[in-house]
């Protein structure tokens, strides 16, 4: 562990000088521009979104000091070698699966927290972890944002996730949390929510009153979007809406597409949304022929955009 107490050696190491580091810590406002992008169940979730020069330094943060903090094997969030669908994998085929939701994770996570956990004195001198919180944090919570968010969100969680994991394995129950969907699965989840929130409440978070879902088998069981009855499955709704999306893509053009919907996204963003869309399909099913053309045009298409704005 690299223990730093002088200013000039973790600007050394972030790529970065301590002037601007202190400049942007200090006129933070300046620095953060709002972003609304549509939630999936409907809404709009707000974002604060860095500027380039802060992203530039939060990245370096995340890069040199949060990336080799540990994080408990449950969170499979915003991690190296898991996602969405090695999440849901471990709910395959469960009696029941219960599904909560941590209500407004990022915005309830408190400074003191991220100070005192993230940027321990044992490793930071006093200034440094005023500095790095401030670098990290942003009026009332973590900006959603910024790309050290998450893994703050991972680290903070740790002792939260060893504790409740060790206490659904004694019980025979599957546990995994992604970002702030915490899944559980097997034969009977009797006392669960009760456990968790009596674990969470202290760590300032609550659970959502209108998000929990108990699901046995017989109906439908889906985790971080997936379904886990029998194998793991892309709901046939969404397959449908991707590859129906790529349709009117390829028949109208991309621009003609977004008017006829409404859509105020720029081409680019509409095609990496879609991308994303077609590699999610893939992971499930690295057989899906549909998919597998529908991104090798969705490639060349986005290929095409950027080479004609060159």
Same mark, same amino acid.
């Given at each position: 562990?690299?223990?730093?107490?002088?200013?000039?050696?973790?600007?050394?190491?972030?790529?970065?000088?301590?002037?601007?580091?202190?400049?942007?810590?200090?006129?933070?406002?300046?620095?953060?521009?709002?972003?609304?992008?549509?939630?999936?169940?409907?809404?709009?979730?707000?974002?604060?979104?860095?500027?380039?020069?802060?992203?530039?330094?939060?990245?370096?943060?995340?890069?040199?000091?949060?990336?080799?903090?540990?994080?408990?094997?449950?969170? *499979?969030?915003?991690?190296?070698?898991?996602?969405? $669908? /090695?999440?849901?994998?471990?709910? #395959?085929?469960? !009696?029941?699966?219960? +599904?909560?939701?941590?209500?407004?994770?990022?915005?309830?996570?408190?400074?003191?927290?991220?100070?005192?956990?993230?940027?321990?004195?044992?490793?930071?001198?006093?200034?440094?972890?005023?500095?790095?919180?401030?670098?990290?944090?942003?009026?009332?919570?973590?900006?959603?944002?910024?790309?050290?968010?998450?893994?703050?969100?991972?680290?903070?969680?740790?002792?939260?996730?060893?504790?409740?994991?060790?206490?659904?394995?004694?019980?025979?129950?599957?546990?995994?949390?992604?970002?702030?969907?915490? *899944?559980?699965?097997?034969?009977?989840?009797?006392? $669960? /929510?009760?456990?968790?929130?009596? #674990?969470?409440? !202290?760590?300032?978070? +609550?659970?959502?009153?209108?998000?929990?879902?108990?699901?046995?088998?017989?109906?439908?069981?889906?985790?971080?979007?997936?379904?886990?009855?029998?194998?793991?499955?892309?709901?046939?709704?969404?397959?449908?809406?991707?590859?129906?999306?790529?349709?009117?893509?390829?028949?109208?053009?991309?621009?003609?597409?977004?008017?006829?919907?409404?859509?105020?996204?720029?081409?680019?963003?509409?095609?990496?949304?879609?991308?994303?869309?077609?590699?999610?399909?893939?992971?499930?099913?690295?057989?899906?022929?549909?998919?597998?053309?529908?991104?090798?045009?969705?490639?060349?298409?986005?290929?095409?955009?950027?080479?004609?704005?060159?």
């Amino acid at each position: 562990m690299i223990v730093y107490r002088e200013a000039s050696t973790l600007a050394r190491d972030l790529g970065t000088d301590v002037k601007t580091l202190y400049a942007l810590s200090n006129s933070l406002p300046s620095h953060y521009h709002p972003v609304q992008i549509p939630k999936r169940d409907g809404g709009w979730r707000q974002l604060a979104v860095p500027d380039e020069a802060l992203k530039g330094v939060q990245r370096s943060i995340h890069r040199e000091l949060l990336a080799h903090m540990p994080v408990s094997p449950y969170a *499979t969030a915003y991690r190296c070698g898991s996602g969405a $669908v /090695r999440n849901a994998a471990r709910h #395959v085929g469960a !009696p029941e699966v219960l +599904s909560l939701d941590i209500r407004r994770c990022f915005d309830s996570v408190r400074y003191t927290a991220v100070k005192e956990t993230v940027f321990p004195p044992e490793q930071f001198s006093e200034p440094l972890r005023v500095l790095l919180a401030m670098l990290c944090y942003y009026r009332d919570g973590l900006p959603q944002g910024a790309p050290t968010s998450p893994a703050i969100l991972n680290i903070l969680l740790r002792d939260f996730d060893e504790a409740l994991g060790g206490w659904c394995r004694a019980r025979g129950i599957v546990y995994s949390r992604y970002c702030d969907d915490l *899944t559980f699965s097997g034969q009977t989840l009797d006392g $669960v /929510r009760a456990r968790v929130e009596e #674990v969470l409440g !202290p760590l300032g978070f +609550s659970l959502h009153p209108d998000k929990t879902r108990l699901r046995r088998d017989g109906r439908r069981q889906k985790v971080t979007g997936l379904v886990v009855n029998h194998g793991l499955h892309v709901p046939t709704e969404d397959r449908r809406a991707v590859r129906q999306a790529v349709y009117y893509c390829r028949r109208f053009g991309v621009e003609d597409h977004l008017r006829r919907i409404g859509s105020t996204q720029t081409p680019q963003a509409y095609l990496d949304r879609l991308l994303g869309w077609t590699g999610y399909l893939l992971a499930t099913d690295p057989a899906d022929k549909a998919a597998k053309r529908d991104r090798a045009w969705l490639l060349e298409e986005r290929r095409r955009i950027q080479d004609k704005r060159i």
